[in-house]
């Protein structure tokens, strides 16, 4: 495959999620061997995979300047970090379980998209409380986008980002850039009012996006989903996640349930659902991509990673008996 198309993660903070975008590219190569990855990281880093001789687990590794060490600062600057001319931009706490050439194909279409959906929910960028009846009692939404020009608001899930038209991908940077530098016009929150260490660059795309006509690629879409989230009560897999099975509500309102964080009112809610007509029905699959953005459904990640990462530094100190 040529380099024209590749991956793109990066990293910073506590070393251990250099180890997190080590540990994704090796379940990214039991499916797509050949594709490039980059990874753009801070210099120690680079020298932790240096140390542990897993540099090579990049095609480039690229230096992320102090400026761009955060969701805003990467995710807002995507132009300057676009080593492929068709770049798939990947957060590192990712599985992948399937071939994603046809994803790639789908892709080629669009100068640049994220995953999506055509209409984001009152929660998103807002209070994720009682106080979104305020929002929608007020109709402060609307007004955002009455205020900017815009007719709806889309959702943006920016976990894996699509960019081809070098112009556009700047563009969209600068606009979304814009909207955050006016976040006090908007009835949109400030994650770092929350208690959150960073703020979040999803709305501000989201507005850009629209701005610019751009679409979102749809995110939630059965078997075709470029990513899913994990969630426990989904997804059954072996310790390595070489056998993935996913159960996709094809209820809408029943697939929202998978954020309650009570795994047992859960289970409960969806063996509800089953005994309902239509609402119950599900398909099972193997998904592209496992996500593991909740935070309470992390650790099963965490501890994949932990045992990978184990396993892979213990390989360059004492190669196999094969290599040997």
């Known amino acids: ?7 793109v993660f990066h990293s910073y903070g506590p070393v251990r999620y250099a180890q997190h975008a080590v ?13 490039p ?10 020298e932790l995979l240096e140390r542990t001789k897993l540099a090579d687990t990049f095609d480039v590794i690229g230096t992320l300047p102090d400026a761009h060490r955060s969701i805003v600062g990467f995710k807002h600057h995507l132009h300057e970090f676009k080593p492929f001319e068709r770049s798939l931009f990947v957060d590192a706490d990712m599985i992948w379980c399937r071939d994603p050439d046809p994803l790639w194909q789908q892709f080629a279409a669009f100068p640049f998209t994220a995953t999506g959906l055509q209409n984001a929910d009152h929660f998103f960028g807002g209070p994720k409380g009682i106080g979104v ?3 929608m009692l007020f109709r402060r939404r609307q007004r955002t986008l009455h205020r900017f020009g815009l007719t ?3 959702r943006v899930q920016a976990g894996m980002i699509y960019a081809q038209d070098e112009a556009v991908t700047r563009a969209v940077g600068e ?3 814009e909207f955050l530098a006016q976040s006090d016009r908007t ?3 400030s994650r770092l009012k929350e208690g959150r260490s960073e703020e979040t660059c999803e709305w501000s795309l989201a507005m850009a996006m629209r701005e610019l006509e751009l679409h979102v690629f749809p995110w939630l879409q059965g078997q075709n989903s470029p990513q899913l989230d994990y969630i426990g009560a989904l997804v059954d897999h072996d310790p390595a996640f070489e056998d993935v099975t996913y159960r996709y509500y ?6 929202e349930l998978r954020g309650i964080p009570n795994d047992t009112l859960l289970n409960t809610l969806l063996g509800a659902a089953e005994r309902m007509p239509r609402m119950g029905e599900y398909v099972t699959f193997t998904p592209y991509v496992l996500h593991f953005g909740w935070l309470h459904q992390k650790e099963p990640f965490y501890d994949f990673a932990e045992r990978m990462w184990a396993r892979l530094t213990e390989e360059q100190v004492t190669p196999s008996r094969a290599e040997a």
């Not at 495959?1 to 991956?7: I, P």
């Not at 990855?37 to 680079?46: G, I, K, N």
């Not at 094809?250 to 697939?255: A, D, I, L």
């Open 23 to 35: 540990v994704s590219v090796q379940t990214l190569r039991r499916h797509d061997p050949d594709r």
């Open 187 to 189: 009835h949109f929150r």
């Open 133 to 135: 009846l305020v929002d």
């Open 1 to 7: 495959m040529a380099a024209r198309e590749g991956y």
């Open 152 to 154: 709806s608001l889309p």
């Open 37 to 46: 990855v980059a990874l753009y990281c801070p210099p120690s880093h680079q």
């Open 250 to 255: 094809t209820s809408p309102f029943v697939y």
């Open 175 to 177: 606009h979304a850039a």
